[in-house]
């Protein structure tokens, strides 16, 4: 079954509007999630390292202000885009790091109008 | 800047029929090597993987060989079933430290399988 869920899978919004996606590590503790994004027809781009209790790292190019993650438990990451812009509109997939494992979850596609 | 690259976006293969599909990197920090099928829309599904003290691991119908001095891998299938029919992700990490887990991902190999 599957290690690690994310809410919602799809989700439409408009411009200027913000949006939160969930992700849930399923049956486990996850003290490290990765957010990472793929726009059509791109690689998967990792965004940034979610730390259980504390400050997410970002990646280069990625604004931290605009992307906000939460990691408030061992089982959730929260990733907020804020202010979200067509440009935003991505497929948007965490993974969960479990010991040496990574396990990625289902994807949340964003489509901004 | 690619730092690892999937030069065919595509490739075809009769059912029974071996597929190779090809990864090349350019940072040699990597130290972890890593292939995943996704399907559209969903999260990438891991396969197999291979560290950089060995040459070739096999599980299965799926064999990955590392070239460490060319910088290049491959995955092998076979024999090829409609059903592995997908986008393959190669991708590449370090080991330890900071850098476990934070892969870097090729730009994908769209296989299909074809009866």
């Known amino acids: 079954g599957a290690v690690v869920s994310q809410h919602p899978s799809w989700v439409i919004c408009k411009s200027g509007t913000s949006v939160k996606i969930e992700c849930r590590s399923l049956?486990?503790?996850?003290?490290?999630m990765f957010w990472y994004r793929q726009f059509p027809k791109q690689s998967l781009m990792l965004m940034a390292t979610s730390n259980e209790g504390s400050k997410a790292t970002y990646e280069q190019g990625v604004e931290k202000d605009k992307f906000l993650i939460n990691h408030a438990s061992l089982t959730l990451s929260t990733l907020t885009v804020t202010s979200a812009h067509p440009e935003d509109s991505s497929f948007y997939i965490c993974?969960?790091?479990?010991?040496?494992?990574?396990?990625f979850g289902p994807g949340t596609r964003l489509t901004v109008l | 800047d690619q730092q690892v690259k999937q030069n065919s976006p595509s490739l075809s293969v009769q059912e029974g029929r071996i597929s190779i599909l090809n990864c090349d990197y350019t940072n040699s920090m990597f130290d972890y090597f890593l292939w995943y099928k996704k399907y559209p829309a969903e999260g990438p599904t891991f396969l197999i993987s291979?560290?950089?003290?060995?040459d070739k691991n096999e599980d299965g119908r799926f064999t990955v060989f590392l070239n460490k001095s060319a910088k290049h891998l491959s995955l092998h299938i076979v024999p090829s079933q409609p059903g592995d029919s997908a986008v393959y992700f190669c991708?590449?990490?370090?080991?330890?430290?900071?850098?476990?887990?934070?892969?870097?991902f090729g730009q994908g190999t769209i296989l299909t399988v074809h009866p």
């Open positions: 291979i560290s950089s003290i060995k």
């Open positions: 049956d486990f503790q996850a003290t490290t």
């Open positions: 993974s969960a790091l479990i010991g040496t494992a990574l396990f």
């Open positions: 991708a590449a990490s370090g080991v330890g430290g900071t850098s476990y887990g934070k892969l870097t």
